[in-house]
């Protein structure tokens, strides 16, 4: 029985939103924030390579290995070291309200890279972006420490996090995204090692790290990639954007993080245009298509 694209896309953003929780959970339990991105890329690289051997996806190669490669390090030992250290420094809530700058850093690496200009609404996301950031900053809240090495770490995952959207919409096309994970998440790994010091792990530390790779990262994609197959981009950016809504919801039930008013008001400025890019690009994408 196949389950409704609404309902899939749901079911991702749920996941997603474990992200810091997982991440959280695990540090808790004695693990540092690199070594939990580090077995996150080692574990959810073995899923996809598994995956990606069953399905017989080709792999990239040439100068599409090279970009990939590139990819890896950018956009998961930093993506993913970066979060999970704004995790640590300022909350699993914050990190994942932060992570939605992503939209606003691709409209400005268009400018800066593609030399594309700003639209009217793409400038008005990035001031309400820089406003939420703002907001957030001098808000806090319980349990939220908002500190410039959080702010930090937070908008570094942010940027890194960005380059899936550019990285995405030049290879995803091209080959299966279980293939290009396959290479993508275990030199993530590799970048990351240098910087990792190993410590023996319970098995609560095991089973967020397992929870981490498995759901938030494996499962989560395919039920996002497979939504996508029978529903408008339109509304599972709106339904994918719960993500940040479920990551505060259970870092204030598990954790008693709490946002303060005026950080909520940041918060739902960020998330507000993220959505609002996001809407305008597939209304673009849908038109010419």
Not at 46 to 61: C, D, G, I, S
Not at 144 to 151: C, E, F, K, P
Not at 222 to 247: C, D, H, K, N, Q
Request: aromatic residues 10%; glycine residues 12%.
């Amino acid at each position: 029985m196949r389950l409704p694209p609404a309902l899939l896309i749901l079911t991702a953003a749920l996941l997603w939103g474990l992200l810091g929780i997982l991440g959280k959970q695990a540090q808790a339990a004695g693990v540092a924030p690199l070594e939990v991105a580090f077995w996150r890329a080692v574990l959810g690289g073995a899923l996809f390579a598994l995956h990606a051997a069953v399905t017989r996806a080709p792999l990239p190669r040439g100068r599409d290995l090279g970009v990939t490669v590139a990819f890896g390090l950018a956009g998961v030992s930093v993506f993913y070291g970066s979060y999970q250290l704004a995790v640590r420094m300022g909350g699993a809530s914050l990190a994942s309200v932060l992570l939605y700058t992503a939209p606003a850093f691709v409209a400005l690496l268009g400018v800066l890279v593609l030399r594309e200009r700003l639209s009217l609404r793409e400038l008005a996301a990035v001031a309400g972006t820089l406003a939420g950031i703002a907001l957030i900053s001098l808000g806090g809240g319980a349990g939220v420490t908002v500190t410039g090495a959080a702010l930090g770490w937070g908008l570094a995952a942010g940027f890194t996090y960005s380059l899936y959207y550019l990285y995405g919409k030049a290879y995803f096309a091209r080959y299966a995204p279980p293939a290009l994970l396959t290479v993508a998440l275990p030199v993530g790994a590799l970048g990351l090692l240098p910087f990792v010091e190993f410590t023996a792990k319970t098995p609560a530390a095991w089973l967020s790290l397992s929870a981490l790779s498995v759901l938030s990262t494996y499962l989560a994609y395919l039920a996002y990639s497979a939504g996508l197959r029978g529903l408008p981009a339109t509304r599972a950016s709106v339904i994918a954007s719960l993500e940040p809504v479920v990551a505060a919801g259970l870092a204030a039930l598990l954790f008693g993080e709490r946002l303060s008013l005026t950080a909520l008001l940041g918060a739902a400025l960020v998330i507000g245009a993220a959505l609002w890019l996001g809407l305008a690009e597939n209304k673009s994408g849908e038109a010419q298509g």
